[in-house]
């Protein structure tokens, strides 16, 4: 017996040293993937930051289908909306 | 409002959008069997509605090619409102108590923090009850 004796830096290393950095690790690997493939992921209850997006089928694959949605709106008049006749659409609306 | 200040960068645009590239394919797949089977346009928007929520999407949908003929399906994640609208045609064949219905399944997988699986379940939904064109 007697051939376990540690320093007290040996021992720290050790006991403290390698439990932080398997955490700095594990740590490192979770959040710094997570950021870097996920970091816009919709979670409800968090602010939502992407970009708007507007998507039609691929076969419309026409100029104004791939415009974003800020030149759409952007090129309709101010007025645009009072000609929206409401009641001629239908559909539904739901909240989460 | 940021996105689109330059009209060639179509591409980025798309890329900065919540979904990953597995999910684009998933959400394109969705839309692209939707309006085949059905004929009818499937659209699909993503981001902050204006107010009045409703009437924000309406004018979103008279301005697709052919707004009779379409559906709009907008999300907003910030206000956590879903809107469908179907044009006159397409009402005719998606009455809105079928659309309450795939919004119910939609903003139950949107509380879960799924976009994409609600919304291709969604627009699957709508396409099943359009039926065949």
Known sequence: ?????????ETVLVFVGIPLAVVAIIYGLVYGLAARSGGK???????????PVWYLANKHSAPEAHESHAREVTAVPEGELATVHYGETGGASDSW | ???GDHATSARPDVLEGPFTTPQLLRIDEAL???DDSTGLTFSLY?????????????KLHSQLAAPDQSVLVAVSPNQRVLEIVTG???????????????ALSMTAAFGGGDLA????A?????ASQAGRS
């Open chain 1, 1 to 9: 017996m007697g051939a376990f004796e540690l320093t007290i830096t």
């Open chain 1, 41 to 51: 992921r919709y979670r409800p209850g968090r602010p939502y930051t992407a970009a």
């Open chain 2, 1 to 3: 409002m940021t996105a």
């Open chain 2, 32 to 34: 692209r069997t939707a």
């Open chain 2, 46 to 58: 993503v981001g902050d509605l204006e107010l009045p929520v409703r009437g924000y999407a309406e």
């Open chain 2, 88 to 102: 006159h045609d397409a009402r005719r064949r998606i009455p809105d108590r079928s659309s309450k219905l795939a």
């Open chain 2, 117 to 120: 699986g609600g919304i291709v």
């Open chain 2, 122 to 126: 969604g627009l699957a939904q709508l």
